[in-house]
């Protein structure tokens, strides 16, 4: 079955940065069209960007462009987002998502 499996989540201070990411496995990951989506604290799921399935192009929310830097690796069937200048309002936990397949997330504070 499929598997999503998030992680380089942890404690972070503003201004810092994390590199997340989430391994794939039990489909053909160079096929999918990938994306991370977050979920503060009490609040809903929001879009934070989005990668081809050959990596030519990406796409971000409009909170995180400039910050933040999704990629990924088709041979290892890993997606990535490396996250600089991180904001208290950044926390969340960051799932890793394709069609309907959700990973558990990994989650990210961004606290002093």
């Known amino acids: 079955q499929v598997q999503l499996v998030e992680s380089g989540g942890g404690l972070v201070q503003p201004g810092g940065s994390l590199r997340l990411s989430c391994a794939a496995s039990?489909?053909?990951?160079?096929?999918?069209?990938m994306s991370w989506v977050r979920q503060a604290p009490g609040k809903g799921l929001e879009w934070v960007s989005s990668?081809?399935?050959?990596?030519?192009?990406?796409y971000y929310a409009d909170s995180v462009k400039g910050r933040f830097t999704i990629s990924r690796d088709n041979e290892v069937k890993t997606l990535y987002l490396q996250m600089n200048i991180l904001k208290p309002e950044d926390t969340a936990v960051y799932y890793c998502?394709?069609?309907?397949?959700w990973g558990r997330g990994t989650l990210v504070t961004v606290s002093s």
């Open positions: 998502n394709f069609a309907s397949y």
């Open positions: 039990e489909f053909t990951f160079s096929r999918y069209y």
């Open positions: 990668i081809y399935s050959d990596g030519s192009n990406t």
